[in-house]
Nanobody
């Protein structure tokens, strides 16, 4: 089992920044590719960003590309999502997720590929 705990959410004005963190425990973090997903009220959960085992490969949804940056620190068992130039439409509950993989260079964009999920952290963006 892998336990994932997100933090760093909150209220920010449009144009502002937040950094989300997701701390993992329970298994060897460097064996898991990681992803961030988000769910706005009344909408389905959607992909935001993903990162490979070593952090060398990343992927972003078009809606966040150029504004969000995913990174990971395997020594700290933590994955981050730096969110800049936030927009009201970025408001959502943000979830981190983990998937066990042997493929060091691969990232995963589909929810069904992930094995473990955190409880989420709320991000609110005021206009």
């Amino acid at each position: 089992q892998v336990q994932l705990v997100e933090s760093g959410g909150g209220l920010v004005q449009a144009g502002g920044s937040l950094r989300l963190s997701c701390a993992a425990s329970g298994r060897t973090f460097s064996n898991y590719a990681m992803g961030w997903f988000r769910q706005a009220p009344g909408k389905e959960r959607e992909f935001a960003a993903a990162i490979s085992l070593s952090g060398g490969s990343t992927s972003y949804a078009d809606s966040v590309k150029g504004r969000f940056t995913i990174s990971r620190d395997n020594a700290k068992n933590t994955v981050y999502l730096q969110m800049n130039s936030l927009k009201p439409e970025d408001a959502a509950v943000y979830y981190c997720a983990a998937v066990y993989t042997y493929n060091s260079g691969r990232y995963y964009q589909r929810q069904k590929e992930y094995d473990y999920w955190g409880q989420g952290t709320q991000v609110t963006v005021s206009s």
